[in-house]
């Protein structure tokens, strides 16, 4: 199977899989997809928070970014993304915020508007078709004609959706295989957390969940409310679990309550993922856990 972005991945989940196009009521999606844009970049090394002891008087989303290997990744999204984070690097660096509106064209500074990455669903989406997961058809929508991508190869989507309910409906200290990428790259706990955490966060689960029965599905979406809660903190896991805590999709689902068996199981993926990381102080993981803050107030921001 074509080793996948985390873009790649959350645009596939949201996609219909006959259809071939994203939901039109979903405002998230785009948003989130630059969020991991930077989350990409993190994990490969190729950017993270800037490593000054000062940074900790400002907030996770307000602390600065830098380039720290602008190798490229071979993907032309990264790779336009790194240029342009290493062109600004030379005259100020941006914090975390700031980089999410840049690259997303929210951004009130007309000067800025250069940074904004153009047509991302688009190009996803054909870069799918180049790597065989996707197919192009044209669909007539009353007076205009588009261009859709149905789901060609389903088998891919199919390990996707697999990895996420495996996750998500976990309820033992260790990380179940089938919630990893079966490719050996690195990070892959961290890699399972973020795919959960911004395909929540897009809005996309929904079709993820689509196997399990209503309370199953409910407890998932709790489940990945907690786990976020736990990664978009920093230190990992220094944020609270708590059923009772008010979030911004949480609110909206029943109160199920969170036995002990589910606290247990945040807390493996925590110790997992620490496990992963270069030091306590791997300024990567924790741009990480600084864009995940930005994504989980997104209902907010639109």
Known sequence: MPKLTFM????????????????????NISYALRGCILIELGLRRRIALVKDPNRRRLLLPE???????DRQTGETILDEALKLMRMQQATKKLSVNSWVDLLSGETWNVMKIGFQLKQVRERLAKGLVDKGVLRTEKRNFLLFDMATHPVADVRTKESIISRVVS?????????????????GVQCRTARAVCLACTAYTAS???????RLDYEARELAFQRCDEILAEFMVWPFGSGSTDAGTPRKRSQSRIAMGSDG??????????????????????????????????????????
């Open 8 to 27: 790649e991945e959350v645009l596939l989940l949201g996609l219909k899989d006959k259809q071939g196009y994203l939901s039109f009521w979903n405002d």
């Open 63 to 69: 602390r600065l970014v830098e380039v720290i290997n």
């Open 167 to 183: 996750l998500l409906t976990s309820t033992t200290s260790a990380v179940p295989p089938s919630a990893l990428d079966i490719n």
């Open 204 to 210: 996309v689960l929904d079709n993820a969940f689509g």
């Open 261 to 302: 068996s589910g606290r247990e199981s945040v807390l493996g993926l925590v110790s997992e993922v620490k496990r992963e990381m270069v030091s306590d102080e791997d300024v990567g993981f924790e741009l990480v856990a600084g864009v995940l803050e930005v994504l989980s107030k997104l209902d907010s921001l639109l």
